[in-house]
């Protein structure tokens, strides 16, 4: 059951607009705002309405220490801003894992954040990935390995 009030409701006005054939059978979603801070959420939030960003990253390390499955694609997610209004709705289309170093440069470009490079990328998500390891107790490495999470806006409100 979704906790959020307002994110059911926009599940329920999704769910309204398919075939009673395609909602049979539909996971649950999950319920979330872009990174570790309202404005944070704000600002990729938008860049995810707009149709900017298509991809998302974070930290095996991090779903495993908040005991979350890694993301599958099929899931659903409905996308939070920082007051926690919903915003749209994502299905994931694609998900690997890969060390942080060898992130390419494709995705960095999906995330649609900064100047969309993977130089960019790099620092911003350095910063954020030592941040969320230090609040669980590790340090960022190389190597960490980074859940690369493509998707596809299917629902926003009018």
Not at 20 to 32: D, F, K, M, Q, T
Not at 99 to 122: H, I, K, M, N, T
Request: hydrophobic share 35%; net charge negative.
């Amino acid at each position: 059951m979704i906790e959020n009030k307002r994110a059911a409701a926009l599940w329920a006005d999704y769910l309204a607009t398919l075939p009673a054939s395609e909602r049979a059978g539909l996971p649950e979603p999950e319920v979330w705002g872009f990174g570790d801070s309202p404005e944070m959420a704000d600002e990729l939030g938008a860049l995810v309405k707009q149709g900017i960003k298509t991809a998302t990253a974070d930290l095996v390390w991090i779903t495993e220490y908040e005991s979350r499955p890694v993301p599958k694609a099929g899931d659903y997610s409905v996308i939070l801003d920082g007051a926690g209004d919903p915003l749209c709705i994502i299905q994931t289309t694609e998900v690997t894992v890969t060390p942080y170093e060898d992130v390419p440069a494709e995705f960095a470009y999906d995330e649609g954040e900064g100047d969309r490079s993977l130089d960019y990328w790099r620092q911003a998500h350095w910063r954020y990935f030592s941040r969320r390891c230090a609040d669980i107790g590790r340090k960022p490495t190389l190597t960490m390995p980074v859940i690369c999470e493509r998707f596809k806006m299917v629902y926003r409100p009018k």
